[in-house]
């Protein structure tokens, strides 16, 4: 199994522009998570999922979006990308909602 | 809203010393997990404490949830360099089906 697979890796974006960060876990798990990690910093919330279709904000919504229109993917879109949004995205994923977190291995992120 | 706060944030420690973090939070804590993230990593899962004064061991390291469940610790006994990195708790906020996590504690350990 490949677990939580994140992709891309790396991106740099110009500000204005926008983009997708991709998201599959292969463990058939209902809830799913973004995080983003800023330098030195906690995680924090962006969006979860608790099975496909149904999505909901966390503690730092703002400026992004997802969709979840499948068990297996959990995209986070970015519209309008801004120097604030410089970071690294987790993606998780649990089998059960008070479960233990399977983490992809992060995209970094550079808006300039 | 709900916050978790790790003391301390930082922590360097010789090889062989002991090392504990903390985890507190602003209301009672429901459903604590432990993480570790090695530096330029991501977070692995550790541990989950669920009951009042729950102790689990793991190796060098010694979980703890406070009899009140307005704390939970973690603890390693003689540390070695493949310790390092951030450790986090979370807990579970109830009637949510998420996790908020602790501010962390990073910690170094010199050879």
């Known amino acids: 199994n490949a677990g939580v697979t994140q992709t891309p890796k790396f991106r740099i974006l110009k500000i204005g522009q926008s983009m997708t960060l991709q998201c599959a876990q292969d463990?058939?798990?209902?809830?799913m998570y973004w995080y983003r990690q800023d330098p030195g910093m906690g995680l924090k919330l962006i969006y979860y999922s608790v099975g496909a279709g149904i999505t909901d904000k966390g503690e730092v919504p703002n400026g992004y979006n997802v969709s979840r229109s499948t068990t297996e993917d959990f995209p986070l879109r970015l519209e309008l990308a801004a120097p604030s949004q410089t970071s690294v995205y987790f993606c998780?994923?649990?089998?059960?909602?008070?479960?233990?977190?399977?983490f992809g291995s992060g995209t970094r992120l550079t808006v300039v | 809203g709900q916050q978790v706060m790790q003391i301390p944030q930082y922590q360097h420690v010789q090889e062989g010393e002991d090392f504990t973090t903390y985890c507190n939070s602003s209301?009672?804590?429901?459903?604590i997990q432990w993480y570790k993230q090695r530096p330029g990593g991501h977070p692995v899962f550790l541990i989950q404490?669920?009951?009042?004064?729950e102790v689990k061991k793991q190796k060098r390291l010694t979980f703890q949830f406070g009899e009140a469940k307005k704390n939970s610790s973690l603890h390693i006994t003689a540390t070695q360099t493949t310790d390092v990195g951030t450790y986090f708790c979370a807990d579970f906020t109830s009637g949510t089906y998420k996790y908020i996590f602790g501010t962390g504690t990073r910690l170094k350990v010199l050879a």
């Open positions: 998780a994923s649990s089998g059960q909602v008070n479960y233990g977190y399977t």
């Open positions: 404490l669920v009951k009042s004064g």
């Open positions: 463990m058939n798990h209902n809830y």
């Open positions: 209301t009672t804590l429901s459903n």
